[in-house]
Nanobody, 115 residues
Framework: QVQLVESGGGLVQAGGSLRLACAAS????????MGWYRQAPGTQREMVAT???????SYADSVKDRFTISRDNSENTVYLQMNNLKAEDTAAYLC?????????WGQGTQVTVSS
């Protein structure tokens, strides 16, 4: 079992920045992918950014050049630096962990961008 605890959400004005963090604990596999998805009311959950333990990254087109994902493998923690936030980035951001056993999700942290 893997537990994920997110932090760093909040309310910010358009053009501002936020940094999210997600700490994983429990039975962490050496090779895994961690990242962030988001879901706004009435929409499907979408991938924002992911990063493997070896450093490979993926980003949604809508956040490229604005968001940066990073991780500290020694702390099993993944970060999401979000710059130049837009109103359409408003959503619940959920931490995601995946290894050969399956996928785990955090509870989510709300990001609200006021225009």
């Amino acid at each position: 079992q893997v537990q994920l605890v997110e932090s760093g959400g909040g309310l910010v004005q358009a053009g501002g920045s936020l940094r999210l963090a997600c700490a994983a604990s429990g039975r962490i596999w050496s090779f895994n992918t961690m990242g962030w998805y988001r879901q706004a009311p009435g929409t499907q959950r979408e991938m924002v950014a992911t990063m493997t333990t070896s450093g490979s990254t993926s980003y949604a087109d809508s956040v490229k050049d604005r968001f940066t994902i990073s991780r500290d493998n020694s702390e099993n923690t993944v970060y999401l630096q979000m710059n130049n936030l837009k109103a359409e980035d408003t959503a619940a951001y959920l931490c995601h962990y995946n290894d050969w056993r399956g996928t785990y999700w955090g509870q989510g942290t709300q990001v609200t961008v006021s225009s």
